[in-house]
């Protein structure tokens, strides 16, 4: 049994809803009574008219129904489907260069790809980063005492004339 959250009746108020108006009370009294409106006392009372004897049973007449569309007139039919998923497997392409290849808009190519599954490419596989770890810190430093105070300007000084002016150095 299915109900939305916001249903004013639930099932047996839909019921006696059905049966007062059965029992000669009009719509706008009877949607007065159990307040609702006089279209949704209509509305119940329709579907009680048109259901089955099996339906009126179980009372399944009496349920919401799926505002989903009962069908989808505009919708691609199933071998141009086809033809758009087949380019999708043998190009690897995108919807847009899918689209130019088979003359009909992108974003029709692309729904009818999610539809299939394949709208998003499988992920390849990545090699490992190539990573440069050094077995221990400062190994990779090129020049004693450059980094000796925490890359400081002094030092850094230091280095630099050391490498420029190496006969100055008394060192």
Known sequence: MYLHANAKLGLAGRFALVRAIEDGLSFRAAAAVFSV????????WQRWLAAGEEARRSLSCLLDRS???QRSPRLLAPELQQRICDCRR?????????AGATGFPHSTVWKVLRRAGISRRVAGVKEPTNRYEW?????????PGFYADCFSWFSFLISWSDSVFPAVSDR
């Open 37 to 44: 409106s006089p279209a949704t006392a209509h509305r119940w």
């Open 67 to 69: 505002s989903r569309p």
């Open 135 to 143: 077995p221990c810190p400062g190994d990779l430093l090129v020049r």
């Open 90 to 98: 043998q190009t690897g392409w995108g919807p847009r260069l899918i």
